[in-house]
Nanobody, 118 residues
């Protein structure tokens, strides 16, 4: 029903930057939130950042001041600019699309690997 195509993951040195993109297509909702979650080895999936169709953002404390989420509603695309990357940011990053309000369902991308290592 909703397809999410991610891009931008890869290998980067500590202190470097990456920009993730996720384009949504299919049966979309005018009211929605898009965002990024990540899962590191041995850990639960956690929220990184979200942004609603109205522009309201939410960030995990661990990425505040380093990551910036934005979106282009005309392109149904969400971006995550990641600066000052740390080894602790290494994870599989998943794009999320949530239909609402009220809540009507979650959709997930396949995930893209981000590795921060020297």
């Amino acid at each position: 029903q909703v397809q999410l195509v991610e891009s931008g993951g890869g290998l980067v040195q500590p202190g470097g930057s990456l920009r993730l993109s996720c384009a949504a297509s299919g049966s979309l909702s005018s009211l929605n939130a898009m965002g990024w979650y990540r899962q590191a080895p041995g850990k639960q999936r956690e929220l990184v950042a979200t942004i609603t169709s109205g522009g309201l953002t939410n960030y995990a404390d661990s990425v505040k001041g380093r990551f910036t989420i934005s979106r282009d509603n005309a392109k149904n695309t969400v971006y995550l600019q990641m600066n000052s990357l740390k080894p602790e940011d290494t994870a599989v990053y998943f794009c999320n699309y949530r239909k609402g309000l009220p809540f009507r369902g979650d959709y997930w991308g396949q995930g893209t690997q981000v590795t921060v290592s020297s």
